[in-house]
């Protein structure tokens, strides 16, 4: 189980949540890393807010 930051509509920083993911089992020749922290720059805050030059995908996902 993985806890990532995820938003399913755009908009400020309200619709940032956080969720438990299943993850999938790892290849034999794959790792799996714990990350503590995250840079985040103006473009994860476009992508969010649905300005940025092309919308992602939701739900999506910062970092």
């Known amino acids: ?12 920083p309200e619709v940032l949540r956080i969720e438990n ?11 799996q890393i714990r990350v503590k922290a995250l840079g985040l720059n103006r473009a994860e805050a476009l992508l969010r807010s649905g ?8 739900p999506s996902g910062l970092g």
């Open 21 to 31: 993911l299943n993850i999938p089992a790892l290849g034999r020749d794959e790792i």
């Open 51 to 58: 300005t940025y030059i092309q919308a992602p995908p939701l």
């Open 1 to 12: 189980m993985a806890r990532v930051v995820r938003f399913h509509e755009h908009g400020g």
